[in-house]
């Protein structure tokens, strides 16, 4: 059976740490939205590694990695990872269709952070933003476009006009490209049709799907206007039939940029939990705002998610060292049979606290939050190594 694994808060779940604990046992891993701005932290032989646009299938050798089409991809970024890692196009696929971030979009995405003043959304500034805006308005660049020099001209010579309009309405320099014909050379090896990549990686074994980002962030589901540019639920277009959902989620609440959150602590526990958790960006170092267990929100992302099962990465530390764990059950006068309240009303709600006493044994807790999610426990992480988890159904 096919695996999605979707983050169920704000992003920062472990989401990373679970698929590298997975990706032995399928024949092939796939990103199926974002680019560079993730942060998948694995960590391997004590040295941490944070991949930003490869799948967690890229620390094992035999995995193929596949960047599908809901993507978009910073070329010299990947190039970089990959010469990094060492992957060539016998491990790793791009789809032709994924969109291009060109090197200008960074600024634009910046430019336009500054806009927003007071409202930011806190973005990562590696121009995600403005990389589905340009595709959802027709003025976008795909991996296959970029990777055909008579393509590329062609696309680049209709497209370019309105990127100097965009650019000039934010009083930013005309778009330069440097290394255009290299990067396209480099790149040509590794673009594929990622429907076929899939297939024939299914043919193999069961294919991993990595999400990034949290359901929280959805551009649908979660709370818009602090959320993202692509959808974050799970890829049912390349998914085929039936496959396990696991919502990922850890027993405290972290938050990277703007929007509203509802259960985040202040002063000195907001200090402990992200000290001892290291809740700190693994692609920006930004620190991260930090926050209770919000079993509401975490009941809403599991139902937009379509999540089957639990998956708990339970970073107690910040907790065991408070001495305490208050969890968010309800939200004060809301009844939950009407849904999630909406973007504009998430800021009004009053959590309602109980205290689970300090956290002694992860496994019961995660039981426990599972039971309050009403979900089966598919995993629980107990450490950031490799093997440090308990699967209370089984591996895969």
């Given at each position: 059976?096919?695996?999605?694994?979707?983050?169920?808060?704000?992003?920062?779940?472990?989401?990373?740490?679970?698929?590298?604990?997975?990706?032995?046992?399928?024949?092939?891993?796939?990103?199926?939205?974002?680019?560079?701005?993730?942060?998948?932290?694995?960590?391997?032989?004590?040295?941490?590694?944070?991949?930003?646009?490869?799948?967690?299938?890229?620390?094992?050798?035999?995995?193929?990695?596949?960047?599908?089409?809901?993507?978009?991809?910073?070329?010299?970024?990947?190039?970089?990872?990959?010469?990094?890692?060492?992957?060539?196009?016998?491990?790793?696929?791009?789809?032709?269709?994924?969109?291009?971030?060109?090197?200008?979009?960074?600024?634009?995405?910046?430019?336009?952070?500054?806009?927003?003043?007071?409202?930011?959304?806190?973005?990562?500034?590696?121009?995600?933003?403005?990389?589905?805006?340009?595709?959802?308005?027709?003025?976008?660049?795909?991996?296959?476009?970029?990777?055909?020099?008579?393509?590329?001209?062609?696309?680049?010579?209709?497209?370019?006009?309105?990127?100097?309009?965009?650019?000039?309405?934010?009083?930013?320099?005309?778009?330069?490209?440097?290394?255009?014909?290299?990067?396209?050379?480099?790149?040509?090896?590794?673009?594929?049709?990622?429907?076929?990549?899939?297939?024939?990686?299914?043919?193999?074994?069961?294919?991993?799907?990595?999400?990034?980002?949290?359901?929280?962030?959805?551009?649908?589901?979660?709370?818009?206007?602090?959320?993202?540019?692509?959808?974050?639920?799970?890829?049912?277009?390349?998914?085929?039939?039936?496959?396990?959902?696991?919502?990922?989620?850890?027993?405290y609440v972290t938050?990277?940029?703007?929007?509203?959150?509802?259960?985040?602590?202040?002063?000195?526990?907001?200090?402990?939990?992200?000290?001892?958790?290291?809740?700190?960006?693994?692609t920006t170092g930004?620190?991260?705002?930090?926050?209770?267990?919000?079993?509401?929100?975490?009941?809403?992302?599991?139902?937009?998610?379509?999540?089957?099962?639990?998956?708990?990465?339970?970073?107690l530390d910040g907790?065991?060292?408070?001495?305490?764990?208050?969890?968010?059950?309800?939200?004060?006068?809301?009844?939950?049979?009407?849904?999630?309240?909406?973007?504009?009303?998430?800021?009004?709600?009053?959590?309602?606290?109980?205290?689970?006493?300090?956290?002694?044994?992860?496994?019961?807790?995660?039981?426990?939050?599972?039971?309050?999610?009403?979900?089966?426990?598919?995993?629980?992480?107990?450490?950031?190594?490799?093997?440090?988890?308990?699967?209370?159904?089984?591996?895969?």
């Amino acid at each position: 059976m096919d695996t999605v694994v979707l983050g169920l808060q704000w992003g920062d779940e472990g989401k990373g740490k679970l698929c590298d604990e997975m990706a032995p046992g399928h024949a092939a891993v796939v990103r199926f939205q974002g680019g560079a701005n993730a942060g998948h932290t694995v960590v391997r032989s004590g040295v941490k590694i944070a991949l930003h646009q490869m799948p967690c299938g890229a620390l094992h050798a035999g995995v193929r990695c596949v960047i599908a089409a809901g993507c978009v991809v910073d070329p010299v970024a990947l190039r970089a990872e990959a010469e990094g890692l060492g992957l060539g196009p016998d491990r790793l696929a791009v789809s032709a269709r994924a969109q291009v971030v060109p090197p200008w979009y960074g600024a634009i995405d910046a430019a336009e952070e500054r806009l927003r003043e007071h409202g930011a959304v806190g973005t990562t500034g590696r121009g995600i933003g403005p990389a589905y805006a340009a595709k959802a308005g027709r003025w976008g660049i795909t991996v296959g476009e970029l990777s055909d020099p008579g393509a590329r001209a062609a696309r680049l010579a209709a497209v370019l006009p309105w990127h100097h309009r965009w650019l000039g309405a934010l009083g930013l320099p005309a778009p330069a490209w440097p290394d255009l014909d290299g990067l396209g050379d480099w790149l040509r090896p590794y673009v594929v049709d990622d429907l076929a990549a899939i297939a024939a990686g299914r043919a193999a074994g069961p294919v991993l799907f990595e999400g990034q980002l949290g359901i929280m962030r959805d551009p649908d589901r979660g709370l818009q206007p602090a959320a993202t540019g692509a959808s974050l639920l799970p890829p049912a277009a390349l998914t085929g039939p039936a496959p396990r959902v696991l919502g990922v989620a850890k027993p405290y609440v972290t938050m990277v940029g703007g929007g509203d959150f509802p259960t985040e602590a202040g002063g000195p526990d907001a200090d402990v939990l992200r000290e001892l958790g290291e809740e700190y960006g693994a692609t920006t170092g930004r620190p991260r705002r930090c926050g209770w267990l919000d079993l509401p929100a975490l009941r809403y992302a599991a139902r937009a998610a379509g999540a089957t099962h639990l998956a708990m990465q339970m970073k107690l530390d910040g907790l065991a060292a408070l001495g305490r764990m208050p969890v968010c059950v309800a939200y004060s006068g809301w009844d939950e049979a009407r849904g999630y309240p909406l973007p504009h009303e998430v800021g009004r709600v009053e959590p309602v606290y109980e205290d689970w006493g300090p956290p002694a044994d992860p496994v019961a807790l995660a039981r426990r939050i599972a039971d309050a999610v009403g979900l089966p426990l598919a995993y629980a992480g107990t450490g950031a190594a490799r093997g440090e988890a308990v699967w209370p159904q089984g591996r895969q």
